[in-house]
């Protein structure tokens, strides 16, 4: 399948066969021969994939059904770019192509080969083969398919585990224990109320906070924040997350940080969390979490977090955000002031020189672009923020 027709170099481009754009192509030759489907609306890419398997193994049509596919059989499956499209694009059919053989067609897949093989000069799709071991009778195939080759156009690697070399550590990383279990209560509806809105305050900021990483990091810190809070409202809603326990809570939330959320700033959310969980369970004070044990605890996760980062306030990160809301709410045990406190160390950052990371060597040329609004602040700080908010939007109610 290809959303177009390849390019011949020197040929006139009127010559050219050319698709529009909102048609996809099904078959065509490795030659810009015609396909033998022209789609006018592009489908999905599970439902390109659907159609593409059900031609390719499918029996209902007697004229194509060359090669017989049963249950369990066992395949060889090779997805192969035909030139125009990225790695992460084409990593993507291959995920898709391999979960539908499996979970539609329950073929068993012992090898997946993908790459670029052999293309259509810079054809934007993709091929699917696949070879039947099952049915092929001969038990020397795969043994013959996995033997090097020094032709250019096979770039299979194949690496086992005994050429792995074994990994000496040369660090350690002290981690402390799970926190014993607390008698911290919570309130399941206060919580769940107060973790939507923080999830809603991402979601709604996401593209800014975007904008922001795009030229100051790596583009990817709104996008990280919204995946933790994806992860978050998913384990609410299916029951996988303790709400009336707030240490249990610290921890479900840790446990998802560090399956969705990646980047600086998902290790960082880790570490803070998984202290903030251990300082609240070893506080024996009181049955239900008050401002006293809060900020305490706040306070002991912001000292861990600084045994793991060089990062302090005035060094343009979340820290400009984080460490002004925990000093303020032990200072003065008022939520909104804190919020508030935080709200101008984030803003503060837009007039901060970076220390850290990508920020630290973006060219004046690309900041001066948000001199209206008084300079580029730290996204990372901006994330803070907006989760704080959200807490005190429900809070102040």
């Given at each position: 399948a290809?959303?177009?027709?390849?390019?011949?170099?020197?040929r006139d481009p009127s010559q050219q066969i050319s698709l529009g754009p909102d048609e996809i192509e099904i078959g065509m030759g490795i030659h810009n021969e015609p396909g033998v489907e022209?789609?006018?609306?592009?489908?999905?890419?599970?439902e390109l994939v659907q159609k593409l398997l059900r031609t390719l193994v499918s029996s209902?049509?007697?004229?194509?059904?060359?090669?017989?596919f049963h249950p369990f059989d066992e395949v060889v499956l090779l997805v192969n770019n035909l030139g125009g499209i990225s790695n992460l694009e084409l990593g993507v059919f291959v995920h898709l192509v391999a979960s539908q053989l499996r979970q539609?067609?329950?073929?068993?897949?012992?090898?997946?080969?993908?790459?670029?093989?052999?293309?259509?000069?810079?054809?934007?799709?993709?091929?699917?083969?696949?070879?039947?071991?099952?049915?092929?009778?001969?038990d020397r195939i795969l043994e013959l398919l996995d033997l090097p080759s020094a032709a250019p156009g096979w770039t299979v690697k194949q690496i086992s585990s005994q050429s792995i070399p074994p990994v000496a550590l040369t660090a350690s990383v002290e981690v402390s224990p799970r926190p014993p279990s607390s008698t911290l209560k919570a309130n399941p509806d206060f919580i769940k109320s107060l973790?939507?809105?923080?999830?809603r305050n991402i979601a709604k900021n996401e593209s800014q906070i975007t904008q922001y990483d795009t030229v100051a990091g790596d583009g990817d810190c709104g996008t990280t924040l919204l995946d933790g809070c994806n992860g978050i409202i998913k384990a609410i809603q299916s029951n996988?997350?303790?709400?009336?326990?707030?240490?249990?809570?610290?921890?479900?939330?840790?446990d998802i940080v560090e399956n969705c959320m990646g980047g600086t700033s998902g290790g960082i959310y880790a570490i803070f969390l998984s202290a903030l969980a251990q300082a609240l369970g070893n506080s024996t004070e009181s049955s239900e979490l008050d401002v006293g044990t809060l900020s305490r605890s706040l306070m002991f996760a912001l000292d861990?977090?600084?045994r793991y980062t060089r990062a302090r306030p005035g060094d343009r990160t979340l820290i400009d955000s984080l460490a002004p809301f925990v000093a303020t709410l032990v200072e003065t045990s008022n939520l909104c002031k804190a919020v508030a406190a935080s709200r101008s160390g984030f803003e503060n950052t837009r007039k901060l020189q970076a220390k850290f990371g990508r920020a630290s060597y973006v060219s004046d040329s690309a900041i001066t672009n948000f001199d209206d609004e008084g300079g580029l602040p730290d996204p990372?700080?901006?994330?803070?923020?907006?989760?704080?908010?959200g807490f005190l939007s429900v809070y102040k109610k």
């Open positions: 290809s959303l177009d027709h390849c390019c011949v170099p020197g022209k789609l006018s609306s592009i489908p999905t890419r599970e209902d049509d007697i004229d194509r059904s060359f090669v017989p539609n067609y329950k073929l068993n897949i012992v090898r997946v080969l993908a790459g670029t093989f052999m293309t259509a000069l810079d054809g934007p799709g993709f091929s699917i083969t696949l070879l039947n071991l099952t049915r092929a009778g001969d973790l939507f809105a923080a999830c996988e997350i303790c709400l009336d326990n707030v240490v249990q809570l610290v921890l479900g939330i840790v861990t977090l600084y990372g700080a901006l994330g803070v923020v907006v989760i704080l908010e």
